[in-house]
């Protein structure tokens, strides 16, 4: 297949890059701080290159990629069901995520209970979570004022304050499954709920490994010794029934041993001054809308994708996307740097599943961050990330899960 012929297929069902962008609305604000940003970038770029230039500090996103197009990702865990029984995986799993960098669906709530929490989530939505949100009241405000409150920001770190979120990303089942790929002593340091609306485009291809999306540095730092993709395992759980109408999720199985995307991330965002600076015109609009105003959680993931199937036009080249339909109660756990997103919602009806993310103790979080920044479509706003930093811990060395205190 060509390259053209691959990216074609895989924006089938998704905006272009310029169609999403030209989707965010702008305020006259917002219009006329972008002109000034713009045309500042371009009347001072040809001096900042000459400068970092004579720093000898060039702008080298691809440099040495092929270095992380396959790294091997062996499991960190020590049980499986042979060993230890219990709900641990069994030898043949862990080798399959190895493989794939996924495994499932497999059975985790009954129908009953996914639709309870279905109910539970919606309703505290409604209930505006009772005005409690770990963003802080400022990042809600914005977001309620540029109209993009929605369950994907109400939902988000959840497990800090209910509960019912706390109690399913401490789930006995999910505890020990995460433990036999990530080792004893995992921990939980994200939660959210994903809603796709009816009648909505689906989530846009992303991947991750250390989580860079929200600030400039890592959400993630391993020690050395823990391969990339092996980081962070996602588990998606669906809160209905879902199927290629009403969002399922796609995946790229494999493609969580390539690391080339996320290099490419994390380079432009430690360096995100040389990333505009480095940009084509309407590149660079792009980015400061998507950065700035869109209140997209997923919108720089895409600006990122975008940009680098340009810059490496072989990347994903042996790629077969692959989808998921799973009945309510299912779970799909991942690699989050397998390139995954969603189907859109053809459907009258929203669709939400569970994301809880899971790493090992001995993984930062958030460290030397005291805050991130969040788009809210006003701009961006500064969230602490004091409370997110310890994770809720998921798993204890003895086998045991712990309800303990976060
Ligand atoms: O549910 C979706 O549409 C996207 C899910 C996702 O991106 C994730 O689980 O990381």
Redesign the pocket.
Known sequence: MSTEARVAALYEGHLTLDEAIASVPLSLRQKIELRVLTSVIAVTRPLYWFVRKRLGRPFEITADLEEVAAVPSPARGARTRETDQGDYLTQEQIAEYEQRGVIGPLPLLTPEEATALRDWVVSEHEADWHGKSPLGADAVAALKHNDLWNINHGAIWQERNFDEMKDMAQHPVLAQRVASLLGDEVVVWRT?I?F?DHHQQ??FW?SATTFTEDGDLPALTAPEEIPEPMINV?C?IALEDVDKDN?C?RLIPGTHSDVRLDTMIRRFSRDRVGFLMSMEPADRRSAIIALRYSGDI?MAGRLAFDLALRLVPDLYETATPEHYPMRAGECLL?S?NNL???YGNATDAP?L?M?I?YTSADVGIYEGQPTIPYGTGTGNSDIDTTPFRGGVPAHTSDGTVTGGPT
Do not use: D, I, P
Request: glycine residues 16%; charged residues 10%; positive net charge.
């Open positions: 959210q994903f796709v689906g989530t992303h996602s998606w969002a999720l997923f991942f989050s995954h997103g969603s669709r599943a994301g993310r």
